[in-house]
């Protein structure tokens, strides 16, 4: 039979999830952002601008990557999380970000032995 209650509790949670994978995009596009900030203070000679920018790029990740631990451990390998495309967009600005800060760690460490 049809039920109502149970249909607008899926949707419910739903909505909660998508909040919480929004907040993964969210901060890993911060820590994208202050990555690419520290290399053009870099690019600039500002390496202890650059050095901050960083650090701000490692809090926003380390935030995003608490997130992701959360999902993970909800989901404790039993697919109790409904996977969606946003999910899969999340994680791969997630991935992309980490990649990206320790690209520009080796970045601005040629810039330091440039200058």
């Keep these: 039979m ?5 249909i607008e509790a899926q949707k419910t949670e739903s909505n909660d999830l998508e909040e919480v994978v929004m907040g ?3 901060n890993a596009g911060q ?4 990555a690419y900030g520290a290399l053009k203070q870099a690019k600039l000679g500002d ?3 650059a050095k901050e ?3 701000r790029s490692r809090i926003a990740l380390s935030e995003a990557h608490r997130v992701q631990t959360q999902l993970i451990e ?4 039993e697919g109790k999380i409904k ?14 970000a980490i990649l990206l ?3 520009v760690e080796e970045l601005i460490e040629l810039h330091q032995k440039i200058q």
């Design 101 to 103: 800060r320790e690209l």
């Design 83 to 96: 996977v969606s495309l946003v999910m899969v967009h999340a994680q791969d600005h997630l991935m992309m």
């Design 53 to 55: 920018m960083m650090e």
């Design 74 to 77: 909800s989901d404790e390998g």
């Design 2 to 6: 049809f039920n109502l209650d149970e």
């Design 47 to 49: 390496f202890p601008g």
């Design 24 to 26: 993964l995009i969210i």
């Design 31 to 34: 820590a994208r952002s202050f």
